[in-house]
């Protein structure tokens, strides 16, 4: 897969909060099908990567490139549009709109126009049940998570950015996201995920990216590095 072409590509991007500078000069690649994880310490500056490749951060310096279109200053709108769609950690859902209606947002907001898209979403995700009526409001944490992964896949993405979708699950809802994940990069979509969970890391991903301090300080196959980063 990683012969597959770029679709995200992230050239020496900085971002500052204030003067404290957050990210310094991160870049890696996400190729088409792949799964790349970014794992690290609190306060290393994942969200914030996150945050700069979805638009809704400036970075200081650096590109953003969707397919090799420079995507750096577009708003975070449009990156969705294109085909950036994400998930926050800490849960985003609309509360008062039903588990479908929180979907729909998500193909509206998407790349592409598919009527279908919600349906296919809520299928993959099991939300297609009774749970499709309901509001999202006092759902468990592990079908809010899924909820909202089905609202970033509903507009049909080329990245999908997956910040700590295994926080709160359940180690049978883990698997059953994985599996889903997994389908979802054979398919073509390119993952890059934000994981503490280094089973899920070494079962999910092609790639790991160790981030400290605002830098990538090691890549590789997940059997190498984290071996190296130790358990
Ligand atoms: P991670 O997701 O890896 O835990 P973050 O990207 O959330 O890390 O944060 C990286 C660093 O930037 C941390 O030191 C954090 O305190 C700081 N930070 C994050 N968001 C803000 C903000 N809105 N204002 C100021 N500092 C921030
Ligand atoms: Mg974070």
Do not use: E, V, W, Y
């Given at each position: 897969r990683r012969s597959a072409p770029v679709v995200l590509a992230v050239r020496g991007l900085q971002a500052r909060y204030g003067g404290f500078t957050?990210?310094?000069?991160v870049g890696l690649d996400v190729h088409r099908g792949q799964v790349a994880a970014v794992i690290g310490p609190n306060g290393a500056g994942k969200s914030t990567l996150f945050d700069c490749l979805a638009g809704t951060l400036r970075p200081a310096r650096g590109q953003v490139l969707l397919a090799d279109r420079d995507?750096?200053?577009?708003p975070a709108h449009t990156r969705t549009r294109l085909g950036i769609a994400r998930t926050f950690q800490q849960l985003a859902v609309?509360?008062?709109?039903?588990v479908a209606e929180n979907v729909r947002v998500g193909a509206e907001q998407g790349r592409v126009a598919d009527p279908g898209a919600v349906d296919r979403a809520l299928r993959l995700f099991g939300?297609?049940?009774?749970?499709?009526?309901?509001?999202?409001?006092?759902?468990p944490t592990g079908t809010l998570r899924r909820v909202e992964l089905a609202r970033a896949l509903a507009g049909s993405p080329r990245v999908l950015l997956l910040d700590e979708?295994?926080?709160?699950?359940?180690s049978a809802e883990v698997a059953a996201m994985a599996r889903v994940l997994k389908a979802l990069a054979a398919d073509g979509t390119a993952l890059l995920v934000v994981e503490h969970d280094l089973d899920l890391v070494a079962d999910l991903a092609d790639v790991v990216h160790v981030m400290t301090a605002g830098r990538i300080v090691a890549s590789g196959p997940p059997d190498r590095v984290l071996d190296e980063v130790g358990p």
């Open positions: 957050a990210l310094d000069g995507i750096t200053r577009l609309f509360p008062s709109l039903t939300l297609d049940g009774p749970l499709r009526t309901l509001p999202a409001a006092g759902l979708p295994a926080a709160g699950l359940d």
